[in-house]
């Protein structure tokens, strides 16, 4: 016997049922970002190593420990699977000189990859669903990503305060975070035995991730480091506070998390995440911020940028622990075939039908009567199409009702197009 091949370690299937659930999620978002006025972008699952080096971090964990990278054996080039999508979005926008008339509002959703431990909520191939704006300069704009994210969870029947919990805090200017980053040093230097090896390690290439360490021993030592606010000029506070005007304005609560810097060096003043209580400790469902200074960081013209990504892995487990499910997706007619001969006939009717907007599943492979009615049952369809010798030869097709207790009827072959309103009702 051949030898049994598994998928890759954390790199799952979706088998139908549950991929109905993400199809009806997909859609619900399409339509959503449509009536925001966002386009669709798609970009390649490779991009060159460098890309990421240059717009993540040289001393981020994603460049120093997650990524899938290789050298191509054609030309040498060095080539990496995306572990997130702005990089790449921004790439896009550069190259192509997307900007050149005007602010640009895109989104994308599909695969990312990153080489960790696979965990709940955290694999090693996940999907995103990543919005940017490009070109807008002020809190209006950030204010209007993160209630898109709001009418999302409304969208999809979950609550703010009760499912999902924002997050909100201001990074300034670069002159500024270098200001607060020679303070943090100092304090974390001046506490060096209170520090973990990873915050050792991590104290003069990036102390700002310091501030995120989960380590419970560390936790003093982090509540007393210096707060960025207070190293926060006069624009920064102003575009921070102007955010927080447009928030309160539309009735969303937040909490100002002084500690919130989110995992990629390329982001500054606005910075926000929303959080569940219902993902355990992958409490993260959904984060951005700010990047003005990114697409001239990767060779472009400047132009602000903001944008957020969504991990739909971990929005499927906070659905099902809401108890929120997909509508249901049955068909809305069963065709039962009992002979071969009358396979033209049903395929022509099902073709009028289905053209006409009708959901309808035709048995195939044969089997009795009674087999083929169990199978239009279990099918969750509204009514069976029996295609029978004698209604065949009347020129009509039988239509049943599965649900309630309405009689059975016939239907003219020729007339599918007409008579197809009455499947769709249910």
């Given amino acids: 016997m051949a030898e049994k091949l598994l998928a890759v370690k954390g790199m799952n299937d979706l088998l139908p049922d549950e991929a109905a659930t993400w199809e009806w999620v997909e859609s619900r978002i399409r339509d959503l970002l449509a009536r925001w006025g966002y386009r669709n972008m798609r970009t390649p699952i490779v991009e060159p190593t460098p890309l990421f080096v240059r717009g993540i971090g040289e001393v981020t964990d994603?460049?120093?420990?997650?990524?899938?990278?290789?050298?191509?054996?054609?030309?040498?080039?060095?080539?990496?699977?995306?572990?997130?999508?702005?990089?790449?979005?921004?790439?896009?926008?550069?190259?192509?000189?997307?900007?050149?008339?005007?602010?640009?509002?895109?989104?994308?959703?599909?695969?990312?990859?990153?080489?960790?431990?696979?965990?709940?909520?955290?694999?090693?191939?996940?999907?995103?669903?990543?919005?940017?704006?490009?070109g807008w300069p002020g809190p209006d704009v950030d204010a209007e990503l993160i209630l898109m994210v709001r009418a999302l969870w409304r969208e999809l029947g979950l609550v703010e305060g009760q499912h999902v919990a924002l997050e909100i805090n201001c990074l300034g200017?670069?002159?500024?975070?270098?200001?607060?980053?020679?303070?943090?040093?100092?304090?974390?230097?001046?506490?060096?035995?209170?520090?973990?090896?990873?915050?050792?390690?991590?104290?003069?290439?990036?102390?700002?991730?310091?501030?995120?360490?989960?380590?419970?021993?560390?936790?003093?030592?982090?509540?007393?480091?210096?707060?960025?606010?207070?190293?926060?000029?006069?624009?920064?506070?102003?575009?921070?506070?102007?955010?927080?005007?447009?928030?309160?304005?539309?009735?969303?609560?937040?909490?100002?998390?002084p500690r919130l810097v989110r995992g990629l060096d390329y982001y500054g003043l606005t910075v926000f995440e929303w959080t569940s209580t219902l993902l355990g400790a992958q409490a993260t469902v959904c984060g951005g911020g700010r990047y003005d200074r990114l697409v001239e960081t990767l060779g472009g013209k400047p132009a602000p940028g903001i944008g957020f990504g969504m991990g739909l892995e971990r929005l499927m487990l906070m659905l099902d622990a809401a108890g929120v499910k997909a509508p249901d997706a049955a068909p809305q007619a069963y065709a039962i075939v009992p002979d071969v001969v009358a396979l033209p006939a049903a395929m022509q009717v099902l073709d009028a039908l289905r053209s006409q907007g009708v959901a309808v599943v035709m048995h195939a492979g044969g089997?009795?009567?009674?087999?083929?009615?169990?199978?239009?049952?279990?099918?969750?369809?509204?009514?069976?199409?029996?295609?029978?010798?004698?209604?065949?030869?009347?020129?009509?097709?039988?239509?049943?009702?599965?649900?309630?207790?309405?009689?059975?009827?016939?239907?003219?072959?020729?007339?599918?197009?007409?008579?197809?309103?009455e499947l769709r009702r249910t």
């Fill in 62 to 134: 994603i460049v120093e420990k997650e990524m899938f990278s290789w050298q191509d054996a054609m030309n040498g080039d060095r080539l990496t699977l995306r572990p997130e999508a702005t990089a790449g979005m921004v790439r896009a926008v550069i190259e192509h000189n997307a900007l050149y008339n005007g602010p640009l509002r895109v989104w994308q959703m599909g695969p990312m990859y990153r080489h960790e431990r696979p965990q709940k909520g955290r694999q090693r191939e996940f999907h995103q669903l990543d919005v940017e704006a490009f």
């Fill in 173 to 257: 200017q670069p002159e500024e975070r270098r200001a607060h980053r020679a303070a943090l040093v100092a304090h974390f230097e001046a506490h060096a035995e209170l520090l973990d090896a990873e915050a050792k390690r991590r104290l003069h290439s990036n102390p700002l991730r310091i501030l995120d360490t989960k380590n419970p021993s560390m936790a003093v030592v982090v509540d007393t480091a210096p707060k960025l606010m207070d190293f926060l000029g006069a624009a920064s506070l102003a575009h921070f506070n102007g955010l927080r005007a447009l928030l309160d304005a539309a009735g969303l609560a937040y909490t100002v998390n």
């Fill in 367 to 421: 089997g009795s009567m009674k087999s083929q009615f169990k199978r239009a049952d279990a099918s969750g369809a509204a009514f069976a199409l029996i295609f029978g010798g004698d209604e065949l030869a009347a020129g009509q097709v039988a239509v049943k009702p599965l649900r309630g207790e309405a009689a059975q009827f016939t239907r003219a072959l020729a007339d599918a197009a007409v008579w197809a309103h």
